[in-house]
């Protein structure tokens, strides 16, 4: 989401805190926004025009980053090393969530814990008592018995002599390895140990607060949480320079099991020596494969090195990744983009129905850097747009089969001849006939469209009617309803534009309330005209099954 967009959704909700200047120990409940005003925040254009562009101006944000200026709510212990520590853990939990974001009560759970998980990892044997990192974390607790500005200063001078006489970015020093050596001499934040765990949680609660006043976060209220921080689009590149982020360890094993180019023995073995992974150099590939992600190898330094181009060109093209100028830069960051945000929402073992769900909204409209590869491994198409096509296709015959609970759906538009939709239903005599129109814009259903559909119906009224005809695309125009208002006067059934959106929310509400194993969705829910509304089947429901 741009900066630009966010007061389009709530003007009021979200900006309030970013500028708060109340009592430094107030906490964040506490606050009254009706009583705070700020130069431009009612002002919706100037705010736009003015204050905006220099809240994501990238120097400007790297000063924020690199400063380690102690936030204005000195409650976080007066403690400049604390404050970077939550700083940091805030924005690598939020920087690995599918759309930078999450729910707040669980981004503070997970600070937390990303805390404690440090506190167990490391100890005094973790690193050689000749680490030169590690001698410089013990000089910084030496000096007067804390970690602070001058310290932080001192290590960040440290960390860019030591990376720019680096050749290869997996060997630079990052704050984490900072971390790790504090943690291992007893000096990490330990939230874990604190008398109340509430505490704890208020004080990373109020590094949220800081970030929020120094515009890294923002905070809306939204139709279905009250509270989700994020990172704006316009800070993402810089918030992962800063934190050295390119891929989490369990993305990059993934990306590895998943690409044929990684399970060549030759490929892994050059990896290997090429980065100086330890572990076992022979045995299964799996192995090595696993020994490559628990190295710290950075994913782009990892396809440079050890894959040629004409293996990256042939990755773009299999997974339709947008990098059409074909340099190996651009098409190294397609791939790395590609397997970080398509892995977020996927977890090991789950069910087909569930990946297809999850990816609805995405492979619907097109957008292909949140369609797992474990999806679009499963159709074997000549280009990008032609498996997006069958994929929607599959995806709307495994939703009716599976999380419905339809015996009768039958998938027509891949292997059928002539003019027919893409799949059937039969339900107690019924029949229900649907077609999919993937695209990026909202669909109109063009005179072109409506006379394919009568001929769709035509031919299967010659065997049996036909109750219902689904359109399901990611959007309609307004046009559409009208035109499928007209089409349905004309054919004498029920028309339905069925959002994407809508159609997976459907099968949420239907998996999580009214499931059973012999129990089917009555196709009556997409009785009526124009728009389907959730909302309006979720009363049927009730009725039905109460």
């Known amino acids: 989401m741009k900066l630009e967009a966010l007061i389009d959704q709530d003007w009021n909700s979200y900006e309030r805190k970013r500028f708060v200047k109340d009592d430094t120990k107030a906490k964040t409940d506490d606050f009254d926004p009706e009583s705070f005003k700020h130069d431009g925040f009612d002002d919706r254009d100037k705010y736009l025009e003015t204050y905006v562009p220099a809240l994501a101006d990238p120097d400007r944000l790297r000063t924020e980053l690199n400063d380690f200026t102690p936030p204005r709510l000195t409650a976080i212990n007066d403690s400049p090393y604390q404050a970077l520590v939550i700083r940091y853990g805030i924005l690598r939990q939020l920087i690995q969530q599918p759309d930078y974001s999450m729910e707040k009560g669980d981004l503070l759970d997970a600070v937390q814990e990303w805390q404690r998980s440090f506190i167990q990892r490391y100890n005094e044997d973790s690193f050689e008592e000749t680490d030169d990192l ?18 932080l200063h001192m290590v960040y001078s440290y960390f860019e002599l030591h990376n720019r006489a680096q050749d290869s970015k997996h060997e630079y020093y990052t704050w984490m390895d900072f971390f790790q050596r504090l943690s291992s001499i007893g000096r990490f934040p330990k939230v874990s140990r604190s008398d109340s765990p509430e505490h704890a949680l208020d004080t990373i609660e109020k590094g949220l607060w800081s970030l929020q006043e120094q515009a890294l976060v923002y905070e809306i209220n ?39 180019v990684f399970d060549r023995q030759s490929v892994l073995i050059e990896a290997r020596e090429r980065f100086g992974v330890e572990g076992k150099n022979y045995g299964r590939n799996e192995n090595r494969r696993e020994n490559i992600a628990k190295a710290g190898i950075y994913p782009s330094e990892l396809l440079k090195e050890v894959v040629d181009k004409e293996d990256l060109k042939e990755l773009i093209d299999q997974y339709g990744l947008d990098a059409h100028k074909r340099r190996t830069d651009e098409m190294v960051s397609a791939i790395i983009e590609y397997f970080e945000q398509s892995q977020k929402s996927v977890e090991e073992g789950e069910p087909e129905v569930d990946l297809y769900l999850g990816a609805y909204e995405e492979i619907a409209d097109g957008t292909v850097n949140q369609v797992p590869p474990q999806l679009q491994d499963l159709v074997d198409a000549d280009n990008a747009n032609e498996k997006l096509d069958i994929l929607f296709e599959d995806a709307t ?38 077609d999919n129109k993937r695209r990026r814009n909202k669909f109109k259903l063009g005179s072109d469209t409506r006379s394919k559909i009568k ?16 359109i399901i695309a990611p959007d309609f125009t307004e046009n559409a309803e009208s035109n499928a208002m007209q089409l349905e006067m004309q054919v004498g059934t029920d028309i339905r534009l069925v959002r994407a959106r809508d159609l997976k929310e459907l099968a949420e509400l239907w998996k999580e309330e009214y499931a059973e194993d012999d129990r089917e969705l009555p196709l009556s829910v997409f009785r009526g005209s124009e728009l389907f509304e959730v909302e309006t089947a979720r009363k049927l429901l009730e009725t039905q099954f109460s």
């Open 455 to 470: 001929s769709y119906i035509d031919t299967k009224d010659q065997q049996h009617d036909v109750e219902w005809f689904l």
């Open 222 to 260: 939204g139709d279905h949480t009250n509270e989700l921080v994020g990172i704006p689009e316009d800070y993402l590149e810089v918030v992962r320079d800063w934190l050295y982020y390119e891929m989490s360890e369990e993305n990059l094993l993934s990306m590895l099991e998943t690409l044929d």
């Open 134 to 151: 590690l001698h410089l974390a013990q000089a910084a607790v030496d000096y007067q018995n804390q970690v602070d500005d001058s310290e």
């Open 397 to 434: 015959g495994e939703i009716f089969r599976e999380a419905f609970n339809l015996e009768g759906v039958n998938q027509l538009g891949q292997k059928a001849t002539g003019m027919v939709a893409d799949g059937e239903i039969e339900q107690g005599g019924q029949w229900l006939l649907w």
